[in-house]
């Protein structure tokens, strides 16, 4: 199956190799062609694993996955966007929309905490490049790069592909 490994870490669990194979393929979201049936598969196993990390958050937590709940992110809304790392986007239309409806989306997240989803690991970087698919056209869904992640509500996810992403759906 790998062809050219270049390096393999079995306690880490990396593998970085020049060719994949045929086996596994990345799988193009904003192709006109994508059927429903696609975006079905690609959601049932967005949830199954967010399912199966929602059983193991506290030990990766405690193994020190950083973990942000409703509570922590309303507490600190006016720190997160004053963030230096966002000091960049001042000025930029959509950032400054944000920062108008601060409240609207403190509501937001205070609704959220008040809801029952789980506690799960959050990819945090849910674009086109970032999802594969192994066995081809009718085979599982899995995710590169990871340096994003976080334990929150899989919710944003969802957020991050369908708004901030390039899945197409929402240009």
Same mark, same amino acid.
């Not at 958050?57 to 004053?82: H, P, Q, T």
């Not at 509501?107 to 594969?132: C, F, M, Q, Y």
């Given at each position: 199956?790998?062809?050219?490994?270049?390096?393999?870490?079995?306690?880490?669990?990396?593998?970085?190799? %020049?060719?994949?194979?045929? $086996?596994?393929?990345t +799988?193009?979201f904003? =192709? @006109?062609?994508?059927? *429903?049936?696609?975006w079905d598969?690609?959601?049932?196993?967005?949830?199954r694993?967010?399912?199966?990390s929602?059983?193991?958050?506290?030990?990766?937590?405690?193994?020190?996955?950083?973990?942000?709940?409703?509570?922590?992110?309303?507490?600190?809304?006016? %720190?997160?966007?004053?963030? $230096?790392?966002?000091? +960049?986007?001042?000025? =930029? @239309?959509?950032?400054? *929309?944000?920062?108008?409806?601060?409240?609207?989306?403190?509501?937001?997240?205070r609704?959220?905490?008040?809801?029952?989803?789980?506690?799960?690991?959050?990819?945090?970087?849910l674009?086109?490049?970032?999802?594969?698919?192994?066995?081809?056209?009718?085979?599982?869904?899995?995710?590169f790069?990871?340096?994003?992640s976080?334990?929150?509500?899989?919710?944003?996810?969802?957020?991050?592909?369908?708004?901030?992403?390039?899945?197409?759906?929402?240009?």
């Amino acid at each position: 199956m790998w062809r050219h490994l270049f390096f393999i870490d079995t306690e880490r669990r990396i593998t970085i190799t %020049a060719d994949h194979g045929k $086996e596994l393929s990345t +799988f193009g979201f904003s =192709n @006109e062609r994508v059927a *429903k049936e696609d975006w079905d598969d690609f959601l049932r196993d967005l949830a199954r694993f967010h399912h199966a990390s929602s059983r193991v958050i506290e030990e990766l937590e405690a193994a020190g996955l950083k973990v942000y709940r409703a509570e922590w992110m309303e507490e600190n809304l006016d %720190a997160l966007l004053e963030h $230096e790392e966002l000091k +960049f986007m001042k000025g =930029n @239309e959509e950032f400054e *929309k944000v920062i108008r409806h601060k409240e609207e989306i403190r509501e937001a997240v205070r609704e959220l905490g008040k809801s029952n989803w789980p506690t799960t690991i959050v990819h945090n970087d849910l674009v086109e490049a970032n999802i594969g698919r192994c066995g081809g056209e009718e085979g599982t869904f899995f995710f590169f790069d990871w340096g994003a992640s976080y334990g929150g509500c899989p919710r944003s996810d969802l957020g991050v592909f369908f708004v901030g992403g390039d899945c197409g759906v929402c240009e």
